[in-house]
């Protein structure tokens, strides 16, 4: 079972990830986030860094590919995203499992929004995330407070790690990891 809590969580993951909108996840939507990162970095299109960052933006569709859809389809459907999910990381907690989507969710947000690379995002940073998954940025302030756990205006490897795991497998409502992305409840907009 998932918990509505944690169904909501999954719910706002998913439709983040589905940039366009379109109800699935498909290579487009991972692909265009790399392009939208790069125009925003300023980088040659074609470059190392710029096939750098597609190539990884790539790694967390293909795992969600793997995991979840048959190799013939090349799309993620939310129901089988959500039973994924509910069977992996529902009551029982599969460790190799959280462990994999902690590591590639944290490589998805955290370094490709890293822009100067010091191994911190700063509230600059993080707005950048805001504005490339189009986030209510209402609720920005608030999400990176969560996230700044020591209240050192940046936001560490550590910190990102912790606020991801709680995301993923939290059910406390309390739980300032449930922030790492957003406003959970609140669908992100169109
Ligand atoms: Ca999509
Ligand atoms: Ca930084
Ligand atoms: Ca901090």
């Known amino acids: 079972m998932l918990s509505e ?17 379109n109800e699935l996840l498909q290579h487009n939507d991972f692909s265009d986030m790399a392009e939208l990162v790069r125009a925003k970095l300023n980088l040659e299109e074609g470059s190392a860094e710029h096939k ?7 790694r ?4 969600l590919l793997s995991d979840i859809s048959p190799e013939e389809h090349q799309s993620i459907k939310k129901d089988e995203w959500l ?3 509910e069977e992996k990381l529902g009551d029982q907690v599969d460790e190799e499992v959280l462990a994999t989507y902690q590591e590639l969710i944290y490589l998805y947000v955290f370094d490709f929004f890293d822009h100067n690379r010091d191994g911190f995002i700063t509230k600059d940073e993080y707005e950048s995330f805001f504005e490339i998954f189009k986030l209510d940025s209402q ?12 209240s050192d205006d940046k936001v560490s490897r550590y910190e990102m790690l912790a606020a991801i795991e709680d995301f993923l497998i939290s059910d406390d409502p309390d739980s300032s990891g449930n922030w790492a992305f957003g406003n959970w409840e609140v669908s992100p907009q169109n």
């Open 83 to 85: 039973s994924f999910f």
């Open 139 to 150: 609720y920005c302030d608030r999400s990176f407070s969560m996230l700044d756990t020591n």
């Open 52 to 58: 750098y960052i597609a190539e990884k933006a790539i």
């Open 5 to 21: 809590l944690k169904r909501n969580k999954f719910t706002y993951f998913f439709d983040l990830l589905d940039l366009n909108k």
């Open 60 to 63: 967390l569709f293909h795992q």
